[in-house]
């Protein structure tokens, strides 16, 4: 079982020194990190970038998430808000 470390002071998951993203993927995870509640549209606008290329940069985002056991989600309550969640072994 994998072992995940929260923020003391936010109760953000932190993540480990060993995950590799790009540039843009790093911008991106600081986003749904900072804010509680964003979506597609806020995220693609903070990055002028296209909605399918937000998806496609997330998707792999998560192949690499995955090897820590963490992945980025909306959730589907209403509005699709994203964030960095600890995912179950």
Do not use: W
């Not at 994998?2 to 003391?8: E, I």
């Not at 993540?15 to 549209?41: D, N, W, Y």
């Not at 806020?42 to 992945?71: D, F, P």
Request: with cysteine.
């Amino acid at each position: 079982m994998k072992a995940f470390h929260y923020c003391q002071h936010c109760g953000n998951l932190s993540l480990p020194r060993a995950v590799r993203l790009t540039p843009k993927q790093r911008q991106i995870l600081e986003l749904v990190l900072r804010r509680t509640e964003i979506g597609s549209e806020q995220l693609c606008a903070a990055l002028s970038i296209a909605r399918k290329t937000l998806h496609v940069h997330i998707s792999q985002m998560n192949l690499e998430l995955a090897n820590h056991g963490m992945a980025v989600r909306a959730d589907l309550t209403g509005y699709r808000f994203y964030r960095l969640i600890a995912e179950a072994a």
